[in-house]
């Protein structure tokens, strides 16, 4: 019997990924339920975030939440798309409820698909870490949502300059004006009148997505929206 050397590969891959799973299985972070990071259970029974700091901000859990700190912080530094895509589908869940609300959608159609734009990372950060948390998240709702819904675009928004990590800034005064004029838009014609979405894993004070969403809107955004899996 001749295999092709796809069929190899494929074959290869397959008895790698079962080896790895036998090595290193998947428990979740609540329960721990063999199989996968966070179980629908969990994603249940975790409690749901309160009033953000601005109306057009919207998470869907309270970060302390025993399951979804961890989680979030799985998703944040080690990578994990498995948790991206567990996230990802609960907000894309998350917009679509938002888009039968016209008042705040203005009328969500399929002619003029919103715009996803992932809060972005200093060079410095991306190098370091080597992926976007919030552009993995952005991702996963394309995937799950229907064609020409979302429109992903990670390259408008950018990052201008390093500024200290907000996790690291326990004066609540500081982090409010610590990512003053951190962000910029590149060909902001892109944006013009197109309605956006602002994509974040966590917001605490605001500040970071009250800037990005700033900035967007003075580059001549219709509408704007905030979404976080955490606040």
């Known amino acids: 019997m001749i295999f092709s050397t796809r069929a190899i590969s494929e074959k290869f891959l397959s008895a790698r990924t079962l080896l790895y799973d036998i090595l290193f299985p998947e428990y979740c972070v609540g329960c721990k339920t063999r199989g996968i990071l966070l179980c629908a259970d969990c994603t249940g029974a975790a409690a749901r975030a309160e009033e953000t700091p601005h109306p057009r901000i919207f998470s869907l859990f309270q970060y302390h939440d025993r399951r979804i700190k961890p989680a979030v912080k799985m998703l944040k ?41 992932p809060i972005p990372l200093s060079s410095k950060r991306y190098r370091t870490r080597g992926y976007n948390q919030a552009t993995l998240l952005g991702q996963a709702i394309v995937a799950k949502t229907p064609p020409n819904l979302f429109i992903l675009d990670t390259d408008v928004l950018y990052k201008k300059c390093e500024t200290e ?67």
């Open 165 to 231: 990590s907000q996790v690291k800034i326990k004066d609540r005064r500081k982090r409010l004006v610590n990512p003053r004029g951190s962000f910029g838009v590149h060909d902001p014609a892109r944006i013009k009148k197109r309605n956006c979405i602002i994509i974040d894993d966590v917001v605490t004070t605001g500040a970071t997505m009250r800037e990005a969403m700033r900035v967007v809107k003075k580059a001549g955004a219709r509408k704007l929206l905030g979404l976080s899996v955490a606040h």
């Open 77 to 117: 530094y080690k990578n994990s798309k498995a948790l991206a895509g567990i996230f990802g589908g609960l907000l894309a869940e998350h917009l679509l409820e938002l888009s039968s609300e016209e008042a705040l959608f203005d009328g969500l159609s399929y002619e003029e698909p919103w715009l996803l734009l």
